[in-house]
């Protein structure tokens, strides 16, 4: 268990309203990620950090944002919520093991309809 | 291009059988793989990881799985499955520095008969 927590675990929201997903960890690691599941596609990697108010994007940032202005959260934002981005989200730290394995939070489904 | 690709979608096995999931990688470096086991409705959880030394890496809950260079494969598999085996397996390729990113493929979904 990597102390790490997800919030909220499910959202149902409207079509071009903003969403904030929350991922929180207890264990100071440097590195998170976000990630989004969809069926066929696997984990697809959308934004990263690498430390505080450092960030970058992955393969499928579009629509999305997000911020870490302390070492324990990371936030996702989407801005204008699409039916397309209905989909699981997982956060993600980098561990200190030996092959740099990421550890996942429980995820948070979220529907936009 | 760097990818990853599990070639099975589903795979159906009965209870007590022997399991093979596959891997095939495609990245510049040596990379380090990691395979994950997810249950319906949970996070991912790792079961095993290959960096470096043995091919030959064993993992949580009775996996192993081993590192074929000259194939570019990293395939899971367990002697004998259990009902609680059903789940769906991601395979995932990282970066060894930088920003140690993952790559995954597009997971197996594992059936078990009893």
């Known amino acids: 268990d990597a102390g790490i927590t997800q919030s909220p675990r499910h959202k149902v929201t409207e079509t071009g309203t903003p969403v904030t997903l929350r991922c929180h960890q207890t264990?100071?690691?440097?590195?998170m990620y976000w990630y989004r599941q969809d069926p066929g596609h696997g984990l697809r990697l959308i934004h990263y950090?690498?430390?505080?108010?450092?960030?970058d994007k992955g393969e499928v940032s579009d629509g999305y944002s997000v911020s870490r202005s302390k070492t324990e959260d990371f936030l996702l934002t989407l801005e204008s919520a699409t039916s397309s981005q209905t989909s699981v989200y997982f956060c993600a730290i980098r561990g200190s093991g030996e092959a740099y394995e990421q550890y996942f939070g429980p995820g948070t489904r979220l529907t936009v309809t | 291009a760097q990818s990853v690709t599990q070639p099975d979608i589903h795979i159906t096995v009965s209870e007590g059988a022997s399991l093979e999931l596959r891997c095939n990688y495609s990245y510049g470096a040596t990379p380090y793989l990691f395979w994950y086991v997810q249950s319906p409705g949970q996070g991912l959880q790792l079961l095993l990881k290959?960096?470096?030394?043995?091919?030959l890496v064993q993992g949580i809950k009775g996996f192993e799985a081993e590192f074929k260079r000259s194939q570019s494969s990293f395939n899971l598999r367990k002697p004998s499955v259990h009902w609680s085996d059903a789940a769906e397996y991601f395979c995932?390729?990282?970066?060894?520095?930088?920003?140690?990113?993952?790559?995954f493929g597009t997971g197996t979904r594992l059936k078990v008969l009893a």
């Open positions: 995932a390729v990282g970066a060894a520095s930088g920003t140690y990113k993952y790559i």
């Open positions: 264990e100071n690691h440097r590195y």
């Open positions: 290959y960096f470096s030394g043995d091919t």
């Open positions: 950090s690498y430390g505080v108010k450092d960030t």
